[in-house]
């Protein structure tokens, strides 16, 4: 399959490593990725956090980078893409909020379209209504709210990932060569060395 149109949907505060990575590693491979953060447009720049695991009863949250969106929130449309990706860290809780963040989030479950998901991102899935019967991972603190949304919750090592049919799930960015792979995998992406 050729290059793909891929809609990441971002906010303040998203996890630094969540978002640069997968950003720059899906256009390394070819494929156009859209960034979008609802009220930005094309140019603004949102902050990020770097969430760390140092044995804490939780992440800590330390500043990150800024990182700079390259498309309107207000001008996509989620039938113009051919997958979805949702980092993690802090922006999911509000971007959640937004009703068009929802709509889009369930037009690519509905459409069986690619979803790339990590981290706290699964909180906007949970919000859209789209993980009834399904199963996936998250950030373990979220395993309660997948469960109550109708979906099963995967505990799985922080370094690994889970996929449901279109969807791809990891608790945190130290899945991301497992989360990434198995993402390119669904996308029917090829790496020829």
Known sequence: ??????????GDYVEDYEVMVPFQALIMVGHTVHAVCPEKQAGDQIRTAVHD???DQTYSEKPGHNFELNA??????AEDYDALVIPG?????????NSRVLEMVRHFAQAQKPMAVICHGAQVLTAAGVLEGKACSA??????DVTRSGGQYMEIPMNQAHVDGNLVT???WPAHPD????????????ITL
């Open 170 to 172: 990891a608790p945190a």
């Open 72 to 77: 309107t929130f207000a001008e996509v449309r």
């Open 139 to 144: 950030y373990p603190a979220l395993a309660p």
């Open 89 to 97: 860290g802090r922006a999911p809780e509000y971007i959640r909020l």
């Open 179 to 190: 989360w990434l792979a198995k993402f390119l995998a669904v996308l029917g992406t090829k």
């Open 53 to 55: 695991f140092e044995g």
């Open 1 to 10: 399959m050729g290059a793909q149109k891929i809609l990441m949907l971002v």
